[in-house]
């Protein structure tokens, strides 16, 4: 982001979403979720694409637009930590061991304490979000993840009043990732306690109905459909109630390039880009950026009264 504009991706590199779709089998079922996928952490990670599937409910919260091929979500990638091209994170995120793991939720909390992935997974049953994410380097896709709430670990812990923001850690292992301070690692990424409980704002821990692969944030990622998608820290490990509002690691490289809130805003520019438009993964001509990433409705009211110029 920071590095250079954004490069396109060749249209060679876009498999045809119906050989993807094929691959797709949700068993839209409520309750088996939380079991198949708990059992799920306990297999061997597959090599390539998981063969289990996780099962997921459908949600009333997701986009009918076309979705991204799988290709291009899992090989279009920033995951600074494992190389700053495009292509690196599913080159080399291989090395990341994600099980066991382990999400401690800690700060200004009632009942602070760690979350193994079973522990996880009981927190609520796995849906199917159907969002659009929106880089603020001008390209976009549409991505079933498979997730839950992050309200339902966060009321888990029980916040104190004090507690205002939401800080989120990522992992960091130099043996494994890049030693260069092309970001302050760990990772670093936060959100208003407000905008962290709101429904849209998921933990994902799976897309097109299985696993995440580690360059898409395995095990466990935020995602955020109205912010930029630097927003959506990878690979969490843990996860802070605060009371001021937490720095993050694109805000602390480039503070004029990069705020904290980073709502998907086509009338405010990037200094050196503009955002009005993008370019969806996978289509040629460019399209209209929306407000909120199309999410007005239900978030503009988070901001009112809010200069978004300013709070950016
Ligand atoms: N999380 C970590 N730990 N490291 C990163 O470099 N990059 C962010 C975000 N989360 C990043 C991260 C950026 S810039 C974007 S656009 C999204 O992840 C990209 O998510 P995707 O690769 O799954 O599309």
């Not at 088996?32 to 599937?53: D, F, I, S, T």
């Not at 969002?131 to 309200?151: H, K």
Request: hydrophobic share 40%; proline share 9%; net charge positive.
């Amino acid at each position: 982001m920071l590095i250079k504009r954004p490069p396109d991706i060749a249209p060679s590199e876009i498999t045809p979403r119906p050989l993807f779709d094929d691959r797709r089998r949700l068993i839209l079922k409520a309750g088996l979720g939380v079991a198949a996928g708990a059992a799920l952490w306990h297999g061997r990670p597959a090599p390539a694409r998981a063969a289990a599937k996780l099962d997921a409910l459908p949600s009333a919260l997701s986009t009918t637009e076309a979705q991204t091929a799988y290709k291009s979500i899992t090989t279009y990638n920033n995951y600074y930590e494992f190389g700053t091209d495009k292509a690196d994170p599913a080159r080399n995120a291989h090395k990341l061991v994600t099980r066991p793991w382990t999400v401690r939720v800690e700060g200004l909390a009632g009942k602070p304490r760690s979350f193994d992935l079973d522990q996880l997974l009981k927190l609520a049953p796995l849906e199917e979000r159907i969002y659009r994410l929106r880089c603020v380097e001008g390209w976009s896709m549409v991505i079933p993840w498979v997730g839950f709430p992050l309200a339902a670990l966060l009321k888990a812990v029980e916040p104190l009043g004090s507690a205002k923001y939401v800080e989120f850690l990522t992992h960091y292992d130099p043996e494994i990732m890049l030693r260069r301070p092309v970001l302050d690692w760990p990772y670093g990424e936060g959100l208003r306690l407000d905008e962290a409980l709101h429904p849209l704002t998921i933990l994902a821990v799976g897309l097109y109905g299985e696993l995440l692969p580690n360059q898409n944030g395995a095990p466990v990622r935020l995602v955020v459909p109205w912010k930029y998608g630097f927003k959506s820290a990878k690979s969490i490990v843990t996860i802070r109630l605060t009371e001021q509002q937490p720095p993050t690691a694109w805000n602390r490289a480039a503070p004029n390039e990069y705020g904290f809130y980073s709502n998907v805003n086509p009338a405010v520019a990037h200094p050196r880009w503009s955002q009005a438009s993008e370019r969806r993964i996978g289509e040629i001509r460019k399209r209209p950026t929306q407000l909120f990433n199309g999410y007005a409705e239900q978030v503009a009211s988070l901001y009112q009264g809010m200069d978004l110029r300013r709070n950016f």
